[in-house]
């Protein structure tokens, strides 16, 4: 199974690693398919908000919702969540040689989301690249039976997996 995630305990920075690998691929001439997030601080809340873009090059949608500065529930926009599954699974179409996704996270977990769309693609032998956030660790272990490989979250060791799973030639910084 060509599997790997990467997870970190700074905010964040799984996001940045994953936009900066997937330039750096499609810049080497990869056809990639997936999304990556960006996040911007919303100064009206103290809160970022949270878009993905749809590999390769769009569309944008913005996952998060503002449920006010008191809110306590989860933010995220879970109609956008699946515009932007429903974008990516028509990119698979494309054989593309790799999925990046952003986060296997509780929507994930729960069975929903990407999740349907990350068996698809290691079902076609498509390598998949994804972050799991801390609190979706354990749902992601029981859903790949231990079988994904951690990455460092750093370019050059993504890059390496990469290079290591397939037979294209991924360098760092390309």
Wanted: charged content about 25%.
């Amino acid at each position: 199974m060509k599997l790997g995630y990467t997870t970190s305990q700074n905010r964040g920075e799984v996001d940045r690693i994953l936009a900066q690998t997937a330039a750096a691929l499609m810049a080497a001439g990869l056809k990639l398919a997936g999304v990556v997030q960006t996040n911007s601080e919303n100064c009206d809340i103290g809160l970022c908000d949270m878009d993905v873009r749809v590999l390769p090059d769009g569309p944008v949608f913005r996952i998060s919702q503002s449920l006010g500065k008191e809110a306590k529930g989860c933010r995220l926009d879970p109609g956008a969540l699946e515009q932007a599954v429903g974008a990516v699974a028509a990119s698979l179409e494309d054989g593309p040689d790799l999925l990046i996704i952003n986060k296997f996270g509780k929507h994930e977990a729960d069975g929903r989301g990407f999740r349907p769309l990350i068996a698809e693609a290691l079902a076609r032998n498509i390598p998949v690249v994804l972050g799991v956030s801390k609190l979706s660790q354990r749902s992601f272990d029981e859903f790949t039976g231990d079988a994904a490989a951690y990455i460092a979250p750093n370019e050059e060791s993504l890059m390496a997996w990469f290079q290591k799973e397939t037979s294209h030639p991924a360098k760092a910084g390309s």
